[in-house]
């Protein structure tokens, strides 16, 4: 009796290490296997130098710019990009691009020639911080283009009809106060996987495909 009642005791403590360990192991090949990476890029040359967000911090994932679409009576999508690491947190900080593209319905070219100061128009902006403090707003034309967004592929995401986008932009932007003075943007290019109008991360969670 004494045997069979050890026996029993030592099938039930192998049966516990068995079950402990097998957790483990799912919780530790999930935590190796699931990685946070990039989904989301931006970037483009101002007068023919690089520009390009921020990092916050030494976090690879968050990066200062965002989108979003939106919808009233038909779509409209719109990105902005912050040079400060700060972001939305200062004003007095602010370096940044901000497009508005209305009524996105298919792929292809879009003028930007409305004003930023009325809702629901497509326009561009870019603020540059001044040596004094001050900043100066470069803004699309709006009696001819001047600005373009190219949407090059749409991607489906899960359980939304709001997909992913691939693009450019491009185009000259003219100070307000005094039109003579411009800034060229070329090679602008935006990948949104995902949007994030929320927040800067630009990651998601990848579980590689076992092979």
């Known amino acids: 009796m004494k045997y069979f009642s050890n026996h029993i005791s030592l099938q039930v403590a192998l049966l516990s290490f068995v079950f402990f360990f097998s957790n483990c192991t799912r919780e530790d090949i999930s935590e190796v296997t699931k990685k946070a990476l990039p989904v989301n890029t931006f970037g483009m040359r101002v007068n023919g130098k ?8 030494t976090n690879e994932c968050l990066r ?9 009576n038909y779509p409209y999508f719109n990105i902005v990009a912050y040079m400060n690491p700060e972001g939305l947190k200062t004003d007095s900080a602010l370096n940044l691009l901000q497009l508005q593209i209305m009524n996105v319905t298919e792929l292809g070219k879009y003028e ?5 100061l009325t809702d629901f128009k497509p326009y561009a902006f870019f603020l540059l911080k001044k040596p004094d403090g001050g900043f100066i707003r470069y803004v699309n034309k709006r009696d001819v283009a001047s600005f373009y967004v190219e949407f090059e592929r749409f991607i489906p995401r899960p ?3 709001l997909h992913g986008v691939i693009g450019s932009f491009y185009g000259t932007l003219y100070n307000e106060a005094n039109p003579l003075d411009s ?18 991360n630009q990651c998601d969670y990848f579980v590689p495909v076992p092979k």
């Open 50 to 57: 690089a520009w390009e967000p921020a990092q916050v911090g």
């Open 159 to 161: 359980r939304t009809d």
């Open 112 to 116: 930007l020639m409305g004003s930023y």
């Open 64 to 72: 200062t710019y965002h989108a979003a679409w939106s919808k009233i």
């Open 183 to 200: 800034v060229i943007i070329t090679s602008g290019r935006f990948t949104f996987n995902k949007t994030n109008h929320y927040d800067f």
